[in-house]
């Protein structure tokens, strides 16, 4: 199975009276992201399923990529919000499913988040750093860069666990499907 | 400062009565390889020196990106051939050098060794799994996957060890650079 992690287009800046779940994209957002899901269809790309954060910057980012036809399937899950947790969408979402091995889903969500659950589906754990969390120290920053409408290909394993188990086989920032 | 690691292209099978430092990139290999530069001269990419492994099928691939115009400077490195310490190229090879901040190196090798350099500057360290080295599971795979002509871009930190300091931005296998 091979899961696609999509971070969200370009979205108009916080503070300005609008809450942070109902931020949208911006023209250049819209416009960018468009480009790279158009990219995707030529490289032969689509998925079984898109699923995406109920936040309203990604939600409009998953409805580009159901526009242009990368999908026919479009589902909303709380594990994809903020801190949402990777083992619990595992159990909880993903293993009733019990999808076939060559099932292609796509997940569209936010950072941190989407570059930590590429860690732990790596490597089992969020990286350490001498045995503490690679974020307690300010001046060390996180290992994978995820740039806006970019994305990260992970292949799981056929059996057994897939945390720290799963391979990465791609990560791109936009500017290069553009 | 950023470092592409690149893969050699495909090349001839072992066995023939050819040593494996002998080894050509097959006719395919060197037209995916020639396609892939093309690409990454589109992408405006360019280096400030391609530093290959020895071994034939590596340096073919090197004196491609250099017929492609992706740099005019090519060297020759045994860091660069198989089983080839990351730390012994940092100390003797890249910190005499003082290149800036701006300066962009590709560096043409063999698998796992490259995935292997991309662990240590991301991580600091071969990864583990319960403490064990990950090579001794035998039914684990390798958590990058970098294929034939394929690159992974990193940017080391402007000061400081890059040794688990480094940053993922792109890993590409060739079929998206075509």
Known sequence: MKLYLIRHGIAEDKGLGIKDEERSLTKEGRQKTEKVAQKLVKLGLSFDLIL???LVRARQTAEI????KL????????????????S???????EPRNYSQNTQLALVGHEPDLTNW?????????LLIGGSRRSEFSEVKASLVLK?????????????????RSQMFWLTPPKYLL
Chains 1, 2 share one sequence.
């Open 118 to 126: 590429a860690e732990i589906l790596l490597w089992g754990t969020e």
């Open 71 to 86: 999908s026919s399937q479009l589902e909303e899950s709380s594990h994809l919000a903020h801190d949402g947790q990777i």
């Open 52 to 54: 995406t954060s109920p």
């Open 88 to 94: 619990s969408w595992l159990k909880d979402w993903l």
């Open 65 to 68: 990529l159901i526009a242009e």
């Open 148 to 164: 806006k409408a970019g994305m990260i290909g992970i292949k799981l394993p056929e059996t057994g666990s897939p945390l720290g």
